[in-house]
T-cell receptor
Framework: AQSVTQLDSHVSVSEGTPVLLRCNYS??????LFWYVQHPNKGLQLLLK??????LVKGINGFEAEFKKSETSFHLTKPSAHMSDAAEYFCVVKSSASKIIFGSGTRLSIRP | NAGVTQTPKFRILKIGQSMTLQCTQD?????MYWYRQDPGMGLKLIYYSVGAGITDKGEVPNGYNVSRSTTEDFPLRLELAAPSQTSVYFC???????????????FGPGTRLLVL
């Protein structure tokens, strides 16, 4: 069985400060892990993915995530938040075409 | 490339009506998916297809049907609309499932459906 838990439903940070969005997962297999971003009234866009290569994955717009098997975590970080980062972020675990689980999402707000 | 396109963008249905949500991709992807997204929730897989003529159920298939007669198109059919089907529907495609599902999915902009 698979599951994914996004530990925060809402995160608010000031512009220019670091961002941390937390994701824990469980899977009976060696999964692939993804972070997607969804801006208001838009579709989902891939930020980054882990597919059993390097454990530190760099994505678009300065985001990165580290796969920690011992902690079953895949937290998303960014050193310095920008106003344009305000959006909904989804952590996803996949082990096949049909075994796809989305987290419930974390809404990121950026304070000026 | 237009990527994944969905029509309509928004629709209001009465209970018991039927409709088809259209999804087209121009990337020659084999895999296509339909998801629904309820408020405050992640996406849930309704149906998926691994190629023309092949479809299979996802997590929440009840009340929906799909077909895949071409590589490009993957329509989703609601036969008897119910208020519980009020949601935002996303179509996605990927080149294949890949080992451990590692292929990236590309999403359409979504269809917002309201059933009253």
């Amino acid at each position: 069985a698979q599951s994914v838990t996004q530990l925060d439903s809402h995160v608010s940070v000031s512009e220019g400060t670091p961002v941390l969005l937390r994701c824990n997962y469980s899977s009976s297999y060696s999964p692939s892990l993804f972070w997607y971003v969804q801006h208001p009234n838009k579709g989902l866009q891939l930020l980054l993915k882990y597919t059993s290569a390097a454990t530190l994955v760099k994505g678009i717009n300065g985001f990165e995530a580290e796969f920690k098997k011992s902690e079953t975590s895949f937290h998303l970080t960014k050193p310095s938040a920008h106003m344009s980062d305000a959006a909904e972020y989804f952590c996803v675990v996949k082990s096949s075409a049909s075994k796809i689980i989305f987290g419930s999402g974390t809404r990121l707000s950026i304070r000026p | 490339n237009a990527g994944v396109t969905q029509t309509p963008k928004f629709r209001i249905l009465k209970i018991g009506q039927s409709m088809t949500l259209q999804c087209t991709q121009d990337m020659n992807h084999n895999y296509m998916y339909w998801y629904r997204q309820d408020p405050g929730m992640g996406l849930k897989l309704i149906y998926y297809s691994v190629g023309a003529g092949i479809t299979d159920k996802g997590e929440v298939p009840n009340g929906y049907n799909v077909s895949r007669s071409t590589t490009e198109d993957f329509p989703l059919r609601l036969e008897l609309a119910a208020p519980s089907q009020t949601s935002v529907y996303f179509c996605a495609s990927s080149p294949s499932g890949g080992r451990a599902g590692q292929e990236t999915q590309y999403f359409g902009p979504g269809t917002r459906l309201l059933v009253l």
